[in-house]
C-alpha cells in the first residue's frame, strides 16, 4: 500500500510517500520538502498572518498533486505546534480546506512525544530496554521514556529552535547576554517537567531525532546519513557543548559551511544546541544515538496497528485527518 505523511510543521511543509503493508518495515518511496517557515508568516500575537495562510494553502496543494501523481492511495495531513498554538489556528485550517480539499488534523504535544516515541521503539526493538526520547522541532521540544511502545511519561515543551530565535535573539550572531538567558529560560523549563521522566531512572538506551540533533551529529564528526543505509550515527554531551560555545559567536551564514548544516536551519540551530545541551546534561545524558525515524514512521505504523479489519483502518484513517482510496 502507498501511503502519504503530509506534516506542517514549523519549518517545512513535507510529504513522505511510503510502500507499507501491515507486519512489514515502512520504506521511503519519496521525500517532497518545501522550506516555507511558518513561524516566519506570525504577526507579534503569534497569529499566522494572511500571506502566511496563503503560502501554506499553496504548500499543501502542491504536495497534494505531489501525492497524487506518485499513486498514492491515502494520505495523512496533520500540523504541529506552528498551528496548534496560533490564535487563529481554526480560522487557518478552514481557510487550507476551503482552497486544497485537504483537512489537516492537528496534533497535540503529548500525541507527537508518543508517535515518535513508537517509531523510535521499532526502530530499534525491544532489545533497548528503557528508552529516553528527546525531539527538538521548530516550534517544540517532546521528551519520552519507557520500555513498551507506549511511554510510560511523555511532554511537549515550547522550546522549539525556530520559536526561540524569533522570541529571544536580536542579532546575528546573538549578544553574549541574550544566549545566557535564552540557557536559563530553557534549563527552567525543562527542570519543571523532569521529574516524572527521571524517576524511573537512568536509560538503557537515549535517542534523538530532529533535525537538530542530525546536524549537530554531523558537525560533530558523524557520517551522512545514505539512501536505504542505516549507519549508526551518536552525539556526545561534551560535542554538544563545545559546539554551542563556538556557534554563539558564528553568524547563521558561517554555521551554514559546517558539515551537514543546511542554509535554511542555520539560523535556528544555536537555538537548538542550547535546548540539546541542556537536555542532555539535566537527564545526565553522556550520549545520544540518533534514529532516522520519527512522527511521520509513528504516524504510519500506528495506523496500521489498527488496521485489525478494514473498518477499524477507514474509522483510524478519518480521525487522524487520513483519507482512504
Not at 9 to 30: C, E, F, I, Q
Amino acid at each position: 500500500m502507498r501511503l502519504g505523511v503530509l506534516d506542517v510543521g514549523s519549518n517545512t511543509v513535507h510529504l513522505l510517500v511510503m510502500d507499507a503493508h501491515p507486519g512489514a518495515r515502512p520504506w521511503a518511496a519519496h521525500s517532497h520538502k518545501i522550506e516555507l517557515r511558518l513561524v516566519d508568516h506570525l504577526d507579534p500575537d503569534g497569529r499566522i498572518t494572511d500571506d502566511g495562510i496563503a503560502a501554506l494553502a499553496d504548500a499543501v496543494a502542491e504536495s497534494a498533486t505531489v501525492a497524487s501523481d506518485a499513486g498514492v492511495e491515502s494520505v495523512m495531513a496533520f500540523a504541529t505546534s506552528a498551528i496548534r498554538e496560533a490564535p487563529n489556528g481554526e480560522t487557518v485550517l478552514a481557510e487550507v480546506l476551503r482552497r486544497t480539499g485537504v483537512t489537516l488534523e492537528v496534533l497535540n504535544g503529548g500525541d507527537e512525544a508518543r508517535l515518535t516515541f513508537l517509531a523510535v521503539r521499532r526502530w530499534f526493538g525491544w532489545s533497548a530496554g528503557r528508552m529516553l526520547l528527546f525531539d527538538i522541532g521548530g516550534g517544540s521540544l517532546e521528551l519520552a521514556t519507557g520500555i513498551d511502545s507506549e511511554p510510560d511519561t511523555a511532554t511537549s515543551l515550547p522550546l522549539g529552535a525556530a520559536r526561540l530565535t524569533r522570541h529571544w535573539f536580536t542579532a546575528d550572531p546573538p549578544p553574549e547576554e541574550e544566549v545566557t538567558a535564552l540557557r536559563k529560560h530553557v534549563r527552567a523549563e525543562i527542570a519543571r517537567v523532569a521529574g516524572p521522566l527521571l524517576r524511573y531512572g537512568p536509560p538503557d538506551l537515549a535517542v534523538a531525532t530532529s533535525k537538530t540533533f542530525k546536524q549537530l551529529a554531523r558537525m560533530a564528526g558523524a557520517a551522512p546519513s545514505a539512501e536505504g543505509l542505516y549507519v549508526r550515527r551518536t552525539l556526545a554531551h561534551t560535542d554538544v557543548v563545545q559546539w554551542t560555545r563556538r556557534m554563539a559567536t558564528m553568524p547563521a551564514a558561517e554555521r551554514a559551511a559546517l558539515p551537514g548544516v543546511s542554509v535554511g536551519r542555520a539560523e535556528q540551530l544555536l537555538a537548538g544546541a542550547v535546548v540539546a545541551e541542556a537536555a542532555m546534561d539535566l537527564f545526565s545524558v553522556p550520549q545520544l544515538t540518533i534514529c532516522p525515524w520519527a512522527l511521520r514512521e509513528g504516524l504510519v505504523l500506528r495506523w496500521f496497528d489498527h488496521l485489525n479489519d478494514s473498518e477499524d483502518g477507514v474509522a483510524w484513517a478519518a480521525s487522524t485527518g487520513g483519507t482512504t482510496g
